[in-house]
């Protein structure tokens, strides 16, 4: 493809008019030359062009006819600056331009910007949302060539929490995590608390009598700095241990103070410990606003 088709073929890409891309440096009939093929532009000219069009000016020189690469180059340092500052979906609407191109950059670029968004919507209480994100994520994670092992485990372990909180989903069923394999990540990953508060959780059931559960649980919540999912497994190991008073005391702290996701286990605590003590009114009530919260983490 000459350097006129080019320029022609990137400015209806871009849905520009002649009178667009020329701006106020050059004349539409000007324009209209050059992608005629009856006139060459100069090098200052050409740049002007590439700018209004977005890609390197190296792509007109080149004999190379896709302009990918050039595209991707343009677009990276954008992705950049946005992820920075946190702007996952933003991040994900700009990779989507190239959306069908298989490379191994923009997939581990996808995979981190959804992981790191479903991560905000789980803190947030939109489970179907982080759901969603989390799958996703694994998706590109598993396309790219760049090491992406932590972020599927990681994925993995939000995901079967989530499913603990009963929401039905026709996804694709979750990995079991590898705890194991991830304590190597420790000094990278800021997730690994919701890892271990995962694991512990699962170790300590209600009517638990386990001696070695409950002393891996209380192993794995020692290495937690988060200080709610401390308090929620010192709760449920205090309950187990005959301490219901204390239990409903630190369950209670929580369920003003927790996040959304976390919060639903705590109030499933109560309602069960409330209804051992035979207290079935505030059990009553424990169930009514789990239902509401239930209902509110169906986004």
Known sequence: MDLHEKVKRLRLEAGMTQSDLAGDRITRNMLSQIENGNATPSIQTLRYIAQRLNISPAYFLSDDDDDFIYKKSCIIPKI????????????????????????DELNLILAECFFYAAADDFKSGRLISAHNGFITSQKYARRTAYTADWMISVSSSYL???????IKYDGIPADDPDIAALKKFASELPHLDMLFYYSALMLTEY?????????KAEDLI?????????KHIAARITADKGNRREALRLLSELNRDSALAM?????RDLERLYTQSGDFENAYNIFGKRIELYTKMQE
Not at 160 to 166: A, C, D, E, L, M
Not at 207 to 215: R, S
Not at 222 to 230: H, Q
Not at 263 to 267: N, T
């Open 263 to 267: 919060r639903y286990h705590v109030m």
């Open 222 to 230: 020692s290495a937690v700095e988060d200080g709610d999912y401390k």
């Open 207 to 215: 009517g638990n009598t386990d001696t070695e559960k409950i002393n």
């Open 80 to 103: 950049t600056e946005k992820f920075k500052n946190k702007e996952y979906n933003t991040c994900i609407e700009l990779c989507s331009a190239f959306v069908g191109r298989e490379d």
């Open 160 to 166: 079967n929490f989530i499913t603990t909180v009963n």
